[in-house]
């Protein structure tokens, strides 16, 4: 359980601790098999810790196909936030796995919680930055 103390904007529970918006793991070791259960907004150097620590992520990229295709996170999952059937293809994941949101520079991936939030999923990691944010932190993208 997360316990929230929005006046000192202090997140504190499961080895997590999430300060002015930045997000430390205490006690992850590389390929554990669960991050903490909650809805996070995260930078892309932040991100990139957590994929490599934890094993069960599934990163959705929520950009158009043509983006994807330009470029995206190795193992990305694209699913169109302006596809007519965006909202039935998250209903077919599963909402107990946990995920990571990106879109190209946190615009849709942020608006997109909403409808993660509503089907009642229990573990996102928003990448705030986006796609944009992770090639600026010169993270890993597979082109096509």
Known sequence: MLTAFSSLGLRIGLGLVLLSGSIALFGAEKGEKKAP?????????????????FANFVILDIRTP????????KRAKNI??????????????????????????????GRSM??????????????????????AAKQPVVKQ
């Open 80 to 109: 169109d936030y302006f596809a007519d059937d965006f909202a039935q293809k998250i209903d077919k994941l599963d909402r107990n796995q946990a995920y990571l949101v990106h879109c190209a520079s946190g615009g849709r991936s």
């Open 66 to 73: 043509k983006e994807f295709e330009a470029g995206h996170l």
């Open 114 to 135: 909403t409808v993660f939030k509503e089907k009642g999923f229990t573990t996102i990691y928003h990448l705030a930055d986006g796609y944009k944010g992770w090639v």
């Open 37 to 53: 259960q909650g809805f996070f907004d995260i930078e892309s150097p932040q991100a990139a810790s957590i994929l490599g620590r």
